[in-house]
């Protein structure tokens, strides 16, 4: 990001104007340097505190012109200056100095398009299992909101169906895309803009209307998601399965004992535990995670596959533990 132009002149000018002033008055009155700057600043400033000694013909001559050059451009460049920081350009330009810095290191990282509930939520279960994210929003009060309990947050304040708002956001480099916006044809836009910005990022979207699952589908969204259909099935196994509900529930905790549900994909194993059996690369540890299914190389789920049961390429572990089991397994695996 280049630098504002508008700063930097008018910061310049100012700064021309008192280097040439302590030159004049140190080669026409031979001042020190901090008599010569102290005649500067009095003359520019049109304070009117007496010289340092009697001015000499010479001093007076090049007081008299710089006075008359300088006084005009000095308080132009001034205001000029002073407009560009209470009109809230300089704060712009730092804000967005400062993404640009944060987002030269990021990768891999996820996109939240749309920061109201929706978003917000996914953003706080992001946050938990520390997983970057960037946020886009035309509303600068979302923002607002989160920062109020938080204390960071990547964000961009621009409309999603714009490109070049995603391509700010990392879209080429990110790995996942999560559409929270009300509105299906928005969303179905950024789904279209997004798979041709980064045809490997994986597309997460929210629909308005059943009508609009196939179409978000087809323009190439990985899986949608109808938030009123999950709702109303969410509060009928409330009266149905009570205990289950309260189960899944505590998969979402934030606590050191919440029940979390992760997976370990192949290529994420050391050389050393690649085509091993489950006993080895799971209980073997002691961490207390369980293995509750693996998805093989057809893509199909088995429940509860025997311990002997041999992790190949392209295949998948499913595990259930605390947080805490879960770092210690991690931690296992990258010391193997």
Sequence with gaps: MKKPITLVFWF??????????????????????LDALYMTVITIATIGYQEVKPLTTNGKI????FIVSSFTIFTYALSRLTRYMVSGELALYLKNRKLMNAMEHI????IICGFGRNGQQAA???????TDFVVIDNDE?????WLEDHTSLISILGDATDDEVLI????????????????DADNVFIVLSARSLNPHLQIISRAGQKSAVKKLKTAGANHVILPDKIGGAHMATLVSKPDVIEFINNLWGDEADAINIESIDYNMLPDSLKDKSIQDIIYAPKTGVNCIGIKDKEGRFIIN????????????????????????????????
């Design 141 to 145: 009060n979302h923002f607002k909101e």
């Design 62 to 65: 090049f007081n008299i012109i």
């Design 124 to 130: 706080k279960i992001l946050r938990q299992h520390k």
């Design 107 to 110: 990768s891999n990282h996820v």
């Design 168 to 183: 700010k956001a990392g879209i080429q480099k990110a790995k996942a895309l999560l559409l929270t916006l009300p509105t």
């Design 12 to 33: 310049g000018t100012i700064l021309l104007i008192i280097v040439v002033g302590i030159i004049g008055f140190m080669l026409t009155e031979h001042y020190n340097f």
């Design 305 to 336: 596959p025997s311990p002997d049961t041999i992790i190949q390429a392209h295949m998948k572990i499913m595990l259930l533990g605390t947080m805490h089991q879960m770092s210690s397994m991690k931690a296992y695996l990258e010391k193997a």
